[in-house]
Every structure is written in C-alpha cells, then in structure tokens.
C-alpha cells in the first residue's frame, strides 16, 4: 500500500513539474541573434537555378525560405532558388524573430547572353559579372578570360568593348580581332553567329563562340590584377536594343 501511495506521490510531482515548465523547459527556444544572406540581389534567366546561402547565428537553428512571386521565382527548403518567368521575386530566409531578403530579376531573354564557364553561369544583358580567377605565372603571359558570347540568333552588331585601365595583348569580338597595345577601346562590326550554326574554321555547331581576348597581365606571382571591361552590342538596324555587360576582372597569379 505504501508502495502505491510513494509511486502516486511521485507521478504527481513529475505531472506538476512538466506542468509548471510547459514544453520549452524540455525543448527550450533558441535565440537567433544574426541572419544575413552574402547576395542580396541576382539576376537569372528562365529556367536558371541559384543557390541562396544563409548566414545564422548560432549556426545549428533552423532557416525557412519562402518566396513572394512563385509565378517569378521558387525556393526550395535549402535555399535553391529557380527562375520560372520575367519579373522580380523577394525571396525571405527567417530563423527565430531574425529575416533576410534577396531580390531575384529574371530577365526577358535576349539574343545575347555572355557565359561564364568559371561559374557556369549565363549573364543576360545588363549583367555586372564579377569574375574571379587564379592562375600560373605561365597563363599570365597571355591570359584568355573564359567567356563566351551564348546567341539564340545570328546578327550583325557594332561592338564595343572598353577597358578602364589600358591593355596589352590581343582583343576579339566575335571574329574581329585586333592586336592591343595600351588599348582602352575596341571598336567593330561584328556577326554573331547562334550557337546552332557552324562557322567554317571556326566554331562547331552547338557551340558558343569565344571572347577569345588574349591580355598581357604582367602580374607577379601573389599580386591580383585588376580591370574593368565593357562591352555592347547595338543591332547594325539601327533597331532593337543595345545590349551592355560590366566584367570586372580579378585574376590572381599564384
């Protein structure tokens, strides 16, 4: 009988404590202190997928993304953003009272976009490309950025291309080319072809066609060179809009 009672008494006691306490005494709440994303704006193109990654404190809480306009752009739990359609979408990470946003464009698609195989990504007109790369003493002889013109539709184009700081080297825009010294600007007529046709000693059918500018960077092993470029390309028509890209180069010599 003393058993019963002494089980019952403490039974009780339990129910009480876990009463008193409510369910955060055993799962108590986290305190976010710090949420931030590393991007806080991307521009994409239909079908084009970016991967958003969160910054939390303490890092072991719990992040939700959602997005605002998923006829414009979708989010997956892990952050992976998709471009469905033209327009802008704000996507929202939140973990605990903590949010952080980021803008996302899709572009109209347009007959030019400029592909970095750094990063696989294509840039629609209107793009800052950040590029960054590290290479040998030996590359920085003649350094080829990897960039390629992606063309849905073979045209004729003034071309323009622009650096900040002069270079030396060896420029193209598409297949005009000319050799570099001390040269800021680079002007010409230009046809890009579409990436499904094929030039004759040229490109293969199913490829994009090349910057294929060559820069003398005269960069010492452990020193980044640095530049901007600029290039655009206005339809020969007259009609149409003028496509325009910022690179900015970053190319450290190892």
């Not at 976009?113 to 003649?142: C, H, M, Q, W």
């Not at 960039?147 to 080297?169: A, E, K, W």
């Not at 570099?180 to 600007?185: E, F, G, S, Y």
């Amino acid at each position: 009988m003393k058993a019963t009672y002494l089980s019952l008494t403490l039974a009780l006691l339990t129910l009480a404590f876990m009463t008193s306490c409510g369910p955060d005494a055993l799962n108590p709440k986290v305190e976010v202190t710090d949420l931030t994303f590393k991007k806080t704006t991307a521009t994409l193109q239909p079908g084009e997928t970016f991967q958003l990654t969160a910054t939390v404190t303490p890092q072991d809480a719990k992040v939700t993304f959602t997005s605002d306009n998923a006829g414009v752009a979708t989010v997956s739990e892990t952050g992976l953003v998709k471009a469905v359609a033209p327009g802008t979408a704000t996507i929202t990470a939140q973990a605990g009272d903590k949010k952080a946003t980021c803008v996302i464009t899709v572009a109209e698609v347009k007959n030019v976009t400029i592909f970095n195989k750094l990063d696989g990504r294509k840039y629609p007109s209107g793009s800052t490309i950040d590029y960054v790369a590290t290479i040998s003493e030996e590359d920085a002889r003649s350094y080829d950025p990897e960039l390629f013109f992606s063309v849905l539709q073979t045209m004729q184009y003034d071309g323009r291309m622009t650096f900040d700081t002069p270079i030396n080297g060896g420029v193209c825009l598409g297949e005009q080319c000319k050799q570099a010294k001390n040269l800021t600007l680079f002007t010409a007529k230009v046809t890009l072809t579409a990436d499904d046709e094929a030039i004759e000693f040229g490109k293969e059918k199913g490829e994009m066609t090349p910057l294929n500018t060559h820069i003398k960077l005269n960069t010492k092993a452990g020193e980044t060179y640095k530049n901007r470029m600029t290039i655009e390309f206005a339809p020969l028509t007259g009609e149409g809009e003028t496509l325009k890209w910022t690179i900015n180069l970053a190319i450290t010599v190892k």
